[in-house]
């Protein structure tokens, strides 16, 4: 499958800090996503980006889409406790067939009250 | 509007006993269907994926198999559990054709013991 290089691994943070973490590859992909899994829990889509450049907010979370279609980042600002979780960038490609999304590794976030 | 159930939450099995988790979907018809490992604080693992009745794909070599008795209903199954089978086991669905990421269920915590 694709591989996606997502960094940092973890991150501790103090509440109140940014965060930023990145995912790489060395595939373009159509299509880069980002997901949160909080502990025990299944992933949940946070953010979708459909267009090279894109730029997308949803509310303290800030994602862009690469201009080489390679690379994605997400930034959270001002974090709180509930940040807490693994985020997964995920690359999807515009093929048939039903396996079609790849994740990266994760950025496990811990933020200190 | 769509739903995925998982269960059961948590589940505790012997070395040597038999395994099955079920996964269904509601509110769409002819999803693709998959199921992921997590291994504590790990990524995620494609296991196998469907896009219709008993057309399962297998993506890695190991001691589980996948059925897909009805439309919307996924099953993950083993004759024998290995200590090593112990994860966090995820069901995801997308809709058929191009599709912008997989929607997950909550998660079966499995302890091999």
């Known amino acids: 499958g694709q591989q996606l290089n997502q960094s940092p691994q973890s991150m501790f943070i103090q509440e109140g800090e940014d965060v930023s973490m990145n995912c790489t590859s060395s595939?373009?992909?159509?299509?880069w996503l980002w997901y949160k899994q909080d502990p025990g829990e299944g992933p949940v889509l946070l953010i979708a980006?459909?267009?090279?450049?894109e730029l997308t907010s949803n509310g303290r979370l800030t994602a862009q889409f690469g201009i080489t279609r390679k690379d994605s980042f997400l930034n959270i600002s001002a974090s709180i406790p509930s940040d807490v979780g693994i985020y997964f960038c995920?690359?999807?490609?515009?093929?048939?067939?039903?396996?079609?999304?790849?994740f990266g590794t994760g950025t496990r976030l811990t933020v200190i009250p | 509007s769509q739903t995925i159930h998982q269960w059961p939450a948590t589940l505790v099995q012997p070395v040597g006993s038999p395994l099955s988790l079920e996964c269904t979907v509601e509110?769409?018809?002819?999803?693709?269907l998959y199921w992921y490992r997590q291994a504590a604080g790990r990524g995620l693992q494609l296991l196998f994926y469907?896009?219709?009745?008993?057309?399962i794909s297998s993506e890695v070599p190991q001691n589980l198999s996948a059925s897909r008795p009805q439309d919307r209903q996924f099953i993950l199954s083993s004759k024998k559990l290995l200590l090593s089978d112990s994860g966090f086991y995820l069901c995801?669905?997308?809709?058929?054709?191009?599709?912008?990421?997989?929607?997950f269920g909550s998660g079966t915590r499995l302890t091999v013991v």
């Open positions: 995920a690359g999807q490609l515009y093929q048939t067939g039903a396996n079609n999304l790849f």
């Open positions: 595939s373009i992909f159509n299509t």
């Open positions: 980006l459909y267009k090279a450049g």
């Open positions: 995801a669905w997308s809709r058929a054709g191009l599709v912008y990421g997989y929607t």
């Open positions: 509110g769409t018809s002819n999803p693709n």
């Open positions: 469907s896009i219709g009745i008993d057309q």
